[in-house]
């Protein structure tokens, strides 16, 4: 999904303002997805939230060296 919204970006010549997630450090599996492998079907091992799904502390990482890596390229700056 966050892929999706800076390839729109980059293909209308916009500016990416911000994202928005929740997270927690706690070991949850409320997102699907990431390093931490969560499915579908994994979703009811540690579902806690009564309100937002949050990502766990690594999927939470991974996102945040996903934006950082496409922000580098939308900027020319080397991948790291």
């Known amino acids: 999904e966050l892929r999706a919204f800076f390839d729109v970006h980059d293909e209308m010549g916009s500016h990416p ?3 928005h997630v929740e997270m927690t ?3 949850v599996t409320e997102c699907t997805g990431g390093v931490s492998s969560v ?4 979703l009811k091992e540690r ?3 009564a309100c937002d799904p949050r ?3 690594s ?3 991974e996102l945040a060296f996903l934006i950082a890596e496409r922000m580098r390229l939308r900027t020319g700056l ?3």
Do not use: I
């Open 17 to 19: 303002g911000g994202v």
């Open 25 to 27: 450090g706690e070991d």
């Open 39 to 42: 499915t579908d079907e994994s």
């Open 47 to 49: 579902y806690n939230t």
């Open 55 to 57: 990502l766990n502390g």
């Open 59 to 61: 999927q939470a990482l």
């Open 78 to 80: 080397p991948s790291l």
